[in-house]
């Protein structure tokens, strides 16, 4: 342990819990009697201060709660060193990091509640995405349970250059590494952010795109810590106080590391002490003493300095990230980082379907000798031989992508599983834009991705590289025909669409009675370890991205993985959904936490839920019904609580009756809560749901005898009180009110 970093770390500790308490003062003097009543929140959470949350488990709601907070972190001050004989202690330098995280997030809550007294805008401004809220965490979460992001690297400071800065944010972009970026260093004279570096390439920022943007003060440092912090509660389910636990959980699950770029000053030690705390290890490219702290980890904590074009390779390597980049031919950056970039209309090439032109997808099964593997076929025009004026860009084309596999175990009812990763593996190339999919699809080649060689025939490289890649079990062979004359695309997209019509029509003919073996999701067990999913024909996982096909083609492809067959076995209840076999592969499979599971119910031995849900569905006892929640809704509730506040309950892989997480689509589902009376008990949902779900909503209403049932539940606009809601219920005579009791 160095005593020089220790010693920095400290001071910077100090400075950093000095800022804090000088912020307070000043807000003291300024409002005198009303300061402690004061409002200090960040916005749309239900986290209160998030990592003060985790941490202590106290809410701080007003400048008050704020005070002891403040308190606690100087208590965990050591004394600033000053003889030259002070030895080094690890447990000096950690507490000191916490004592700069605790003062970091009142820092950056007081720009948020109290921007004019302190001194400026909050970081929202301009590119800069500030907090996080909770909605945002859950989508992004599922990312990081799904593997889609198997990790997070918080860059903080700057790249020698801008030319620099682009090559480190691609190589972690291209292995799906979320980023977030905050704090300055030194270029050419001037402090500077990488994101402002980012910014002067064009490089777009967000959430969609994998790159987070804090600011440029190290206090939003906090930002990627309190992130870290609610996925230890929200997903794995660890009550708020817990600090020892919440800290390991990011140790063991939260696969995360720290990028220091430029000089790293006293603030920053002390920043870096604090994410060591959560088993983050610093990589850096300045000269900077190691930190091998025994029982923390077995990796080294800071390493320098790295070269540039070395160190994402060497935090992934530090960290024990497993990462595979997927090498395709193709002239352009590939990784689901960029599968959400935008490629607005001025940025635009050319494109394909939508509202510009005809154009479909389809996959195929076909047998192994009508298939010469890897064959690329462009029947028609390729986009550069068709000559436009630049002030014409851009122009559309007709599109007609057909993929023919064959595979030993190859199914039909495996063929739109298939399809729908057409989507995902043409936007995971940089500078393509895709969006919908059979007939309804809209695909974008970017000016600069044009411009570095990609071409309409590198769709097929890239379908035939990872369908082979993602599905050896079920594709042995595979050819791409990509068409692009008009009436050729209008011919096949005829036949494509009767097609798609008799796969709904076999699809809606499976039912839970129809098959023996339902499907498990244990996915996201990574963060909720005794969540395990039941996923039937008629009840789909509550993340709403697996079905039973998806799981049952899962398993094909890799049999000891995620998705496992469960043998029904003997029926116990039709009704409430109850099978001797799923409640021994459910105890069995949730680390014996769970022995008995009502498949249908919401009331009786609910299944768990881990944190992923579309939606939820809580009580409301006194409307003798239900009401659902989606995530993404940020309004209140007749429960007095909202999405975030519910999602902390339900979620962690709990059985909470009267409470239940689900995928949208079970809503229409002729299984949905049947004990408990089904559709007819849903008083209110959120306007977005109705709207939404809106035809398919008023079929199933139709098919149970209550046509006019959709206006009759309430949503936001009519109210939000249940006492105003319980009113309107008796006026539109809602039959939840003539069901018997739930309680």
Same mark, same amino acid.
């Given at each position: 342990m160095s005593k020089m970093i220790a010693t920095k770390a400290i001071k910077g500790a100090h400075k950093i819990v000095s800022r804090a308490e000088k912020a307070i003062e000043k807000i003291l003097t300024e409002y005198k009697d009303k300061a402690k009543d004061i409002n200090i929140a960040f916005p749309d959470t239900a986290y209160y201060l998030p990592f003060i949350y985790a941490m202590t488990g106290l809410k701080v709601?007003?400048?008050?709660?704020?005070?002891?907070?403040?308190?606690?972190?100087?208590?965990?001050?050591?004394?600033?060193?000053?003889?030259?004989?002070?030895?080094?202690?690890?447990?000096?330098?950690?507490?000191?990091?916490?004592?700069?995280?605790?003062?970091?997030?009142?820092?950056?809550?007081?720009?948020?509640?109290?921007?004019?007294?302190?001194?400026?805008?909050?970081?929202?401004?301009?590119?800069? &995405?500030?907090?996080?809220?909770?909605? &945002?965490?859950?989508?992004?979460?599922?990312?990081?349970?799904?593997?889609?992001?198997?990790?997070f690297a918080a860059i903080v400071g700057a790249a020698p250059d801008t030319e620099t800065a682009k090559k480190i944010i691609t190589q972690l972009q291209e292995r799906n590494i979320l980023v977030f970026m905050s704090a300055t260093s030194p270029v050419n004279g001037k402090q500077i952010c990488i994101a402002e570096q980012l910014a002067e390439e064009g490089i777009q920022m967000g959430w969609d795109v994998f790159l987070v943007p804090h600011g440029t003060d190290i206090t939003s440092t906090i930002y990627a810590l309190n992130f870290a912090s609610r996925a230890a509660m929200s997903f794995g389910g660890i009550q708020p106080g817990k600090a020892k636990d919440i800290l390991l959980y990011n140790k063991e699950r939260v696969h995360a590391f720290v990028i220091a770029l430029g000089e790293v000053d006293e603030e920053k030690f002390a920043t870096a002490a604090g994410a060591i705390n959560f088993g983050f290890p610093v990589v850096a490219d300045t000269d900077i003493d190691q930190i091998l702290p025994t029982g923390i980890c077995t990796y080294e904590h800071v390493v320098s300095p790295v070269e540039h074009d070395k160190i994402v390779n060497k935090g992934i390597e530090i960290r024990g990230l497993k990462i595979k980049v997927s090498k395709i031919d193709i002239p352009v950056p590939f990784g689901s980082a960029f599968e959400g970039e935008r490629v607005r209309k001025e940025q635009t090439y050319v494109e394909f379907g939508g509202k510009y032109s005809p154009a479909f997808e389809l996959v195929q099964m076909k047998s192994m000798e009508e298939i010469e593997n890897g064959k690329i076929e462009l029947i028609g025009p390729e986009c550069d031989e068709i000559k436009v004026e630049p002030e014409k860009l851009p122009f559309a084309m007709p599109l007609g992508i057909i993929v023919e596999v064959a595979g030993r175990k190859m199914q039909k009812d495996f063929e739109s599983i298939l399809e729908r990763q057409i989507h995902h593996y043409l936007s995971f190339a940089k500078g393509i834009f895709h969006m919908g999919q059979r007939n309804q699809n809209w695909i974008r080649i970017s000016k600069e991705a044009f411009n570095s060689g990609f071409r309409i025939k590198h769709f097929g490289t890239i379908l035939v590289s990872k369908f082979l890649e993602d599905f050896p079990a079920l594709v042995d062979k595979i050819q791409v025909k990509i068409y692009t004359e008009e009436e050729k695309v209008n011919q096949l997209m005829k036949e494509a669409m009767k097609i798609y019509d008799e796969r709904d029509t076999r699809l809606a003919g499976l039912t839970d009675e129809a098959v023996d073996t339902f499907y498990s999701c244990t996915l996201c067990q990574s963060y909720a370890p005794n969540h395990v999913c039941v996923i039937t024909p008629e009840k789909l996982g509550l993340c709403g991205a697996y079905n039973w096909l998806d799981g049952k083609a899962a398993y094909e492809i890799n049999p000891k993985g995620m998705n496992q067959p469960i043998p029904k076995g003997k029926c116990i209840d039709p009704i409430k959904g109850e099978w001797e076999g799923v409640n021994k592969f459910v105890y069995e499979n949730s680390n014996r936490a769970i022995e008995r599971f009502y498949n249908y119910s919401i009331m009786e031995f609910p299944t768990t839920s881990c944190g992923c849900f579309e939606c939820i569905i809580a009580i409301l006892p006194e409307c003798n019904g239900f009401m659902v929640v989606n995530r993404g809704y940020s309004g209140m509730t007749p429960c007095g609580m909202g999405f975030s506040t519910l999602a902390g309950t339900v979620g962690g892989g709990n059985q909470t009756p009267g409470f239940l997480g689900v995928g949208r689509l079970y809503l229409i589902s002729k299984k949905f809560l049947v004990p408990e009376g089904g559709l007819k008990r849903i008083v209110w949902m959120t306007k977005e749901l109705k709207e939404t779900l809106g035809e398919k909503l008023k079929k199933r209403c139709e098919e149970i005898g209550e046509p006019d049932l959709l206006d009759k539940i309430a949503d936001e606009t009519i109210t939000t009180d249940p006492q105003e809601l319980l009113e309107y219920l008796t006026k539109v005579n809602h039959p939840a009110l003539t069901l018997p009791p739930l309680m």
């Amino acid at each position: 342990m160095s005593k020089m970093i220790a010693t920095k770390a400290i001071k910077g500790a100090h400075k950093i819990v000095s800022r804090a308490e000088k912020a307070i003062e000043k807000i003291l003097t300024e409002y005198k009697d009303k300061a402690k009543d004061i409002n200090i929140a960040f916005p749309d959470t239900a986290y209160y201060l998030p990592f003060i949350y985790a941490m202590t488990g106290l809410k701080v709601q007003k400048l008050g709660d704020v005070l002891p907070i403040l308190e606690y972190a100087k208590s965990l001050l050591p004394e600033v060193p000053s003889d030259e004989l002070w030895l080094p202690y690890l447990g000096d330098t950690l507490n000191a990091g916490m004592a700069t995280l605790f003062a970091e997030e009142i820092i950056e809550a007081l720009k948020y509640s109290l921007p004019e007294s302190f001194g400026g805008k909050t970081p929202t401004h301009d590119f800069w &995405i500030g907090f996080t809220n909770d909605m &945002i965490l859950r989508e992004q979460g599922i990312k990081l349970v799904d593997g889609r992001m198997p990790g997070f690297a918080a860059i903080v400071g700057a790249a020698p250059d801008t030319e620099t800065a682009k090559k480190i944010i691609t190589q972690l972009q291209e292995r799906n590494i979320l980023v977030f970026m905050s704090a300055t260093s030194p270029v050419n004279g001037k402090q500077i952010c990488i994101a402002e570096q980012l910014a002067e390439e064009g490089i777009q920022m967000g959430w969609d795109v994998f790159l987070v943007p804090h600011g440029t003060d190290i206090t939003s440092t906090i930002y990627a810590l309190n992130f870290a912090s609610r996925a230890a509660m929200s997903f794995g389910g660890i009550q708020p106080g817990k600090a020892k636990d919440i800290l390991l959980y990011n140790k063991e699950r939260v696969h995360a590391f720290v990028i220091a770029l430029g000089e790293v000053d006293e603030e920053k030690f002390a920043t870096a002490a604090g994410a060591i705390n959560f088993g983050f290890p610093v990589v850096a490219d300045t000269d900077i003493d190691q930190i091998l702290p025994t029982g923390i980890c077995t990796y080294e904590h800071v390493v320098s300095p790295v070269e540039h074009d070395k160190i994402v390779n060497k935090g992934i390597e530090i960290r024990g990230l497993k990462i595979k980049v997927s090498k395709i031919d193709i002239p352009v950056p590939f990784g689901s980082a960029f599968e959400g970039e935008r490629v607005r209309k001025e940025q635009t090439y050319v494109e394909f379907g939508g509202k510009y032109s005809p154009a479909f997808e389809l996959v195929q099964m076909k047998s192994m000798e009508e298939i010469e593997n890897g064959k690329i076929e462009l029947i028609g025009p390729e986009c550069d031989e068709i000559k436009v004026e630049p002030e014409k860009l851009p122009f559309a084309m007709p599109l007609g992508i057909i993929v023919e596999v064959a595979g030993r175990k190859m199914q039909k009812d495996f063929e739109s599983i298939l399809e729908r990763q057409i989507h995902h593996y043409l936007s995971f190339a940089k500078g393509i834009f895709h969006m919908g999919q059979r007939n309804q699809n809209w695909i974008r080649i970017s000016k600069e991705a044009f411009n570095s060689g990609f071409r309409i025939k590198h769709f097929g490289t890239i379908l035939v590289s990872k369908f082979l890649e993602d599905f050896p079990a079920l594709v042995d062979k595979i050819q791409v025909k990509i068409y692009t004359e008009e009436e050729k695309v209008n011919q096949l997209m005829k036949e494509a669409m009767k097609i798609y019509d008799e796969r709904d029509t076999r699809l809606a003919g499976l039912t839970d009675e129809a098959v023996d073996t339902f499907y498990s999701c244990t996915l996201c067990q990574s963060y909720a370890p005794n969540h395990v999913c039941v996923i039937t024909p008629e009840k789909l996982g509550l993340c709403g991205a697996y079905n039973w096909l998806d799981g049952k083609a899962a398993y094909e492809i890799n049999p000891k993985g995620m998705n496992q067959p469960i043998p029904k076995g003997k029926c116990i209840d039709p009704i409430k959904g109850e099978w001797e076999g799923v409640n021994k592969f459910v105890y069995e499979n949730s680390n014996r936490a769970i022995e008995r599971f009502y498949n249908y119910s919401i009331m009786e031995f609910p299944t768990t839920s881990c944190g992923c849900f579309e939606c939820i569905i809580a009580i409301l006892p006194e409307c003798n019904g239900f009401m659902v929640v989606n995530r993404g809704y940020s309004g209140m509730t007749p429960c007095g609580m909202g999405f975030s506040t519910l999602a902390g309950t339900v979620g962690g892989g709990n059985q909470t009756p009267g409470f239940l997480g689900v995928g949208r689509l079970y809503l229409i589902s002729k299984k949905f809560l049947v004990p408990e009376g089904g559709l007819k008990r849903i008083v209110w949902m959120t306007k977005e749901l109705k709207e939404t779900l809106g035809e398919k909503l008023k079929k199933r209403c139709e098919e149970i005898g209550e046509p006019d049932l959709l206006d009759k539940i309430a949503d936001e606009t009519i109210t939000t009180d249940p006492q105003e809601l319980l009113e309107y219920l008796t006026k539109v005579n809602h039959p939840a009110l003539t069901l018997p009791p739930l309680m």
